[in-house]
């Protein structure tokens, strides 16, 4: 069974802050690492798929990237709407697995 | 336009079957893995399984192995997810969404199942 740690779980930043979030997986990595964000009664959605392709629509300021056994998210300048948690998702050999996820809240 | 609409919110009773659907359009339903999410009240995010509509082809996380079961009917372009015995604890939102590169895109907008006695 994969395990994805994502961390940290709680982030308080204030408007403009560069926020980052991580996550690592316990197996031999894929690229095929996902974020999503997702508010309060709505639907997650795709910010960023194959670890640092930006989805169609999504603001420049999110960013992925990988370090060795890590995968990031940045958001480089934080905006009102981006008020949120987020999550990652890994998925290697038809098997996927979601962080437990990050909300960001307001400092 | 890719879209996934699924069945209307349940309630059901420990010990009920259930299933639930994910009606899709827009897109080739043979050709793209679809799956399904748990998201129990208040909590993150679970990969359940998924399916290849194509050849019926069906992987599963080791959690929700042997509870439930993932399918999909090619003639109606629609995925099912489907309990035999319900338990309180099945009590979450489902979503089921398309994959690609490993991520879901699509996504439907959630079928709420509340299991009580």
């Known amino acids: 069974d994969i395990q994805v740690t994502q961390s940290p779980s709680i982030l308080s930043a204030s408007v403009g802050d560069r926020v980052t979030i991580t996550c690592r997986a316990s197996?031999?990595?894929?690229?095929?690492l996902a974020w999503y964000q997702q508010k309060p009664g709505k639907v997650p959605k795709l910010l960023i798929f194959?670890?640092?392709s930006l989805d169609t629509g999504v603001p420049s300021r999110f960013s992925g990237s990988t370090s060795g056994t890590e995968f990031t998210l940045t958001i480089t300048s934080l905006q009102p709407d981006d008020f949120a948690t987020y999550y990652c998702?890994?998925?290697?050999?038809?098997?996927?697995?979601f962080g437990r996820g990050t909300k960001v809240d307001i400092k | 336009e890719v879209l996934l609409v699924q069945s209307g919110a349940e309630m059901k009773k420990p010990g009920d079957s259930l299933k639930i659907s994910c009606k899709t359009s827009g897109y080739t339903f043979s050709d793209y893995w679809i799956g399904w999410v748990r998201q129990m009240p208040g909590e993150g995010l679970e990969w359940m399984g998924i399916?290849?509509?194509?050849?019926?082809?069906?992987r599963y996380s080791p959690s929700f192995e042997g509870h439930v079961t993932i399918s999909a009917d090619k003639s109606v372009t629609t995925a099912y997810l489907q309990w035999a015995s319900l338990r309180a604890s099945d009590t979450a939102t489902y979503y089921c969404?398309?994959?690609?590169?490993?991520?879901?895109?699509?996504w439907g907008q959630g079928t709420l199942v509340t299991v009580s006695p």
């Open positions: 197996q031999n990595l894929s690229s095929f």
């Open positions: 998702l890994h998925y290697k050999d038809f098997l996927g697995a």
């Open positions: 969404a398309t994959i690609s590169y490993g991520s879901f895109d699509y």
């Open positions: 194959k670890a640092s």
């Open positions: 399916v290849y509509p194509g050849d019926s082809d069906t």
